[in-house]
């Protein structure tokens, strides 16, 4: 069964021979999928993806610099596993996050992925709604075991600020059972 959501904020990417393919990566199945807008069409397609797993990443990001940066991360990974399986995104900002129903549809598809990047700034604590977002993704985590990857600026934008967050997101994965890994990624905007 195809669900069709439109107006999502969202943006679905799909690096590879098709879109829609999610599970894991020692089984083959097929959910429903969020159909991505481009120009004024939806896309509501399944197409079998051939027998390379997936690598399915999700996005959470707090501005559009923020956003950028896990992009350009995102990409870097990509570029060093090509070919050796098919490569979905989802990019959903955390002002989205608050809003129930696609907040929601957010920690379901974060639950369902191989990698959640969380890209901020780390000047000043997450706030509450994200919090609350992060909690709900976290106990949506029972098949699948993703890896939780915390993005900052550069190391001296966020000392004391993005610690705590670390020691809180460190938490919530030692508590899901899943990875985690931080950094400082910086990257320079072309625009």
């Known amino acids: 069964m195809k669900q069709k959501f439109k107006g999502l904020a969202t943006y679905k990417a799909t690096h590879g021979d098709g879109i829609g393919i999610r599970g894991s990566r020692l089984t083959r199945r097929k959910i429903p999928v969020i159909p991505v807008e481009r120009s004024a069409a939806n896309i509501s397609q399944t ?17 559009i610099s923020a956003g950028r940066r896990a992009k350009h991360f995102y990409d870097r990974v990509i570029q060093e596993l090509a070919g050796a399986y098919n490569f979905s995104l989802e990019l959903w900002s955390f002002q989205i996050l608050a809003l129930p129903e696609i907040g929601n549809l957010a920690a379901q598809a974060a639950a369902q992925a191989d990698f959640v990047i969380l890209s901020m700034h780390g000047k000043a604590p997450l706030s509450v709604q994200t919090r609350d977002w992060i909690e709900r993704w976290s106990g949506r ?25 670390v020691h809180y997101l460190r938490s919530v994965a030692d508590n899901a059972g899943i990875n985690f890994l931080y950094s400082h990624f910086f990257c320079r905007s072309t625009n």
């Not at 197409?47 to 501005?63: E, K, M, T």
């Not at 600026?153 to 966020?158: A, I, L, R, S």
């Open 141 to 165: 985590i029972y098949e699948y075991k993703p890896a939780l990857v915390a993005l900052f600026d550069q190391p001296k934008t966020w000392r004391r600020q993005a610690a705590s967050t």
């Open 47 to 63: 197409f079998d993806l051939g027998d390379r797993p997936r690598f399915h990443a999700v996005i959470i990001y707090q501005d």
